[in-house]
């Protein structure tokens, strides 16, 4: 399996800021998804980053509110703008490795105050 | 719309006991299923996979079975153990162009001593 590290893993910030979660795999992969997990709720794919283009955004997710980078094959970030109490959530990184089968990192647990 | 979901929100069984998961989907033309371990605090853990060529996989300690006809996947943990308490999420890979994996709502686990 894919060792998956994200930073910060828990974070409280200010309504208004962003704040930006990054998501390094210790081995290269070609598909990586973001994931939202609001509290005592299931996980919610925001988007898909695939190296070399544009993320592929979820209905509901726009890429101005949760811009995502993916400059190479082992790092991504996706960044939460304008932070609002409702961003409350734990934002997952998940890479597909070794033909589907999909693993998570720890999660980044956001709390806007 | 098309979903997947689970018919309990909460399972309560004895130490030594066998647990059952139950999960519906709806969409025939998924291909693979995913079990996850999600414990407080962490991200979601791969458990078990199965193809849609399959009617049932072997793990240690935990079966998934998938019964096509009916739309319905479970999972059994044999002789449950406090460790085992968790929330257990089902999830699909709906091929749309590129694969994502759709996630059910959760059962919780509690396993008591």
């Known amino acids: 399996s894919a060792v998956i590290s994200q930073k910060p893993s828990r974070d409280i910030c200010q309504r208004g800021t962003s704040l930006t979660i990054q998501c390094q795999v210790d081995?290269?992969?070609?598909?990586m998804f973001w994931y939202r997990q609001q509290p005592g709720q299931s996980l919610t794919l925001i988007a898909t980053?695939?190296?070399?283009?544009?993320?592929?955004?979820e209905s509901g997710f726009v890429i101005d509110k949760f811009p995502i980078s993916r400059p190479n094959l082992t790092f991504s970030t996706l960044t939460v703008s304008n932070l609002s109490p409702e961003d409350s959530s734990i934002y997952l990184c998940s890479v597909e490795f070794s033909g589907n089968t999909i693993y998570f990192g720890e999660g980044s647990w956001l709390t806007v105050v | 719309g098309e979903s997947v979901g689970l018919h309990l929100p909460t399972l309560s069984v004895q130490e030594g006991d066998n647990s059952i998961i139950n999960c519906a989907y709806s969409?025939?033309?998924?291909?693979?299923f995913i079990w996850y371990k999600q414990e407080s605090g962490k991200g979601p853990q791969f458990i078990i996979d199965?193809?849609?060529?399959?009617d049932k996989r072997q793990g240690q300690r935990v079966t998934v079975l998938l019964n096509k006809t009916v739309k319905h996947l479970s999972l059994q943990i044999a002789a449950t153990q406090p460790g085992d308490s968790a929330v257990y999420f089902c999830?699909?890979?709906?091929?749309?162009?590129?694969?994502?994996?759709?996630f059910g709502t959760g059962t919780r686990l509690l396993v008591s001593p």
């Open positions: 199965i193809r849609s060529n399959m």
């Open positions: 999830a699909e890979i709906r091929i749309t162009g590129f694969q994502k994996l759709v």
């Open positions: 969409n025939s033309a998924s291909d693979y």
């Open positions: 081995s290269q992969v070609t598909m």
């Open positions: 980053a695939n190296q070399g283009s544009e993320a592929t955004y």
